[in-house]
């Protein structure tokens, strides 16, 4: 094992798990971001392009939730077996959880598959975007097994101290997307269906690589089969239900910020405004998913002292943890406004379209401090298998978010779609703070008790 969850140095441990996941996943925009760079500089329909490549983005990331579904419902299960010292009962939800990721896998392109065009429609392309969405929908719809199995699978090479291992697999994934792109892309004259095989392939890499690791003999948990049981399923699945949801519900928050915006904004702006905010969305996933590498990666180090009853350490490890989201959150507030110009330059040479993108982002990073500070709130719950809190917690935040989106542009008109952000991260955070302050320490109290009482 690569880190002592259980006796090492807190502030130590938490860097060593933190920071190589935090860069695992902002390694992991690159998939992403490269994309669209690429794809909003084809000659003469870069920016419908990307619009259309904008409407697939929250239905591929809707589709990537369930390995959170799976992967974050199973690895805390798995950390609290650990720190328990149950390793055979560690191995039982990994073998469970691996056949969930397979099940989903084929079930999803089977189910998605003959209404792709039908949903893509729904979710705000217009009738110039369509082809462009559907295109590079189809060929990454077929590369989901790898997808699922390569993200879902690595939550539990982090869940045994193998920070490290983790972040290499994302890292290949990365440079083979980037250093494929442009020739799928140009080179090849596959346009947005490049983009999106070179996404699948870099997928297949990371898959290969997070598998070989799990079926070797080096993690002290393996991929085993068998010790199927409904019970167990049922725990991953009902833990899992609150990333699935967060990551999820942020995703109609996207389909629906498109549809208000295609709305308000008309025939004439909706397109562009579209554009504009997958641009803004682009820059969001720089902050939040390595924000989530974070607060998520650190979740090993919570539920396994949980599961020891090392309750001390688990609120040690939560001030440096929230220390460092409110430091990384920090830093992204002030290079938004810093180089927001050079982010936006990537995407597109539009000055008008440059010019509005470059306003949404400074709106919507108007409140990313208390936005760090929810997402460890929540995670922190959700490590300590308290679903109860972090599942109503992240659905506040996110109704607050709905609430705003369709009160303000009937109001004030499209672009103040905008400012639903910022409200939901002040109004979000404000009571997930209230919440983790009455709760936390009364938990953590709980848990040493029963196990006196087991004693």
Same mark, same amino acid.
């Given at each position: ?70 992967? %974050?419902?199973?690895? $805390? ?175 109609? #928050? ?29 820059? #969001? ?48 507030? %002030? ?22 993108? #470059? ?10 401090? $208390? ?50 952000? $910022? ?33």
């Amino acid at each position: 094992m690569e880190n002592d969850l259980g006796r090492g140095d807190i502030g130590r441990l938490v860097r060593a798990i933190a920071l190589p996941s935090m860069l695992a996943q902002f390694v992991s925009v690159l998939y992403s971001i490269v994309d669209r760079m690429y794809i909003g500089h084809i000659a003469g329909v870069g920016d419908l392009a990307l619009a259309g490549v904008g409407v697939c983005g929250p239905v591929v990331t809707m589709i990537g939730s369930v390995a959170s579904l799976v992967g %974050v419902g199973g690895s $805390p299960l798995m950390s609290i077996k650990l720190g328990e010292g149950d390793h055979a009962g560690a191995r039982t939800i990994l073998a469970n959880a691996f056949l969930l990721l397979c099940v989903f896998s084929v079930a999803i392109v089977a189910l998605i598959l003959p209404v792709r065009q039908e949903m893509l429609s729904l979710f705000g392309a217009s009738g110039a975007t369509l082809p462009y969405a559907e295109g590079y929908f189809f060929v990454y719809l077929l590369g989901t097994p790898f997808a699922l199995l390569s993200t879902g699978l690595n939550t539990f090479v982090v869940a045994q101290g193998y920070a490290r291992k983790a972040m290499l697999s994302v890292v290949l994934g990365a440079a083979l997307n980037i250093a494929l792109d442009p020739v799928f892309i140009f080179l090849l004259g596959m346009g947005v269906q490049g983009a999106a095989a070179a996404t699948v392939i870099s997928q297949l890499a990371s898959c290969i690589y997070v598998l070989r690791f799990l079926f070797g003999r080096r993690p002290g948990v393996r991929i085993t089969f068998g010790g199927y049981a409904p019970r167990i399923v049922g725990r991953i699945l009902a833990l899992g239900f609150t990333p699935f949801c967060i990551i999820a519900v942020d995703n109609v #928050m996207i389909i629906a910020m498109n549809a208000v915006l295609q709305r308000y904004g008309g025939p004439e702006r909706g397109d562009m405004l579209i554009t504009c905010a997958t641009i803004v969305q682009s820059f #969001m996933l720089v902050v939040t998913m390595p924000l989530g590498g974070i607060s998520g990666g650190t979740q090993t180090i919570l539920g396994f002292n949980y599961g020891a009853c090392r309750t001390q350490r688990v609120l040690i490890a939560q001030r440096h943890i929230f220390l460092l989201c409110a430091g990384y959150t920090a830093l992204m507030f %002030v290079l938004a406004r810093l180089l927001g110009p050079l982010f936006v330059g990537l995407f597109t040479t539009d000055p008008l379209l440059s010019e509005k993108a #470059m306003w949404a982002i400074r709106t919507c990073t108007l409140a990313l401090v $208390p936005l760090g500070i929810q997402y460890e709130i929540v995670d922190g719950f959700t490590a300590i298998g308290q679903v109860r809190y972090s599942l109503p917690l992240s659905f506040w935040r996110k109704a607050v978010y709905f609430a705003a989106l369709f009160a303000l542009p009937a109001l004030f008109g499209a672009e103040a779609a905008f400012y639903a952000e $910022p409200i939901s991260d002040v109004l979000g955070p404000a009571c997930s703070i209230a919440v983790y302050l009455l709760t936390m320490k009364k938990l953590l109290l709980r848990r040493e008790m029963s196990r006196l009482a087991q004693t």
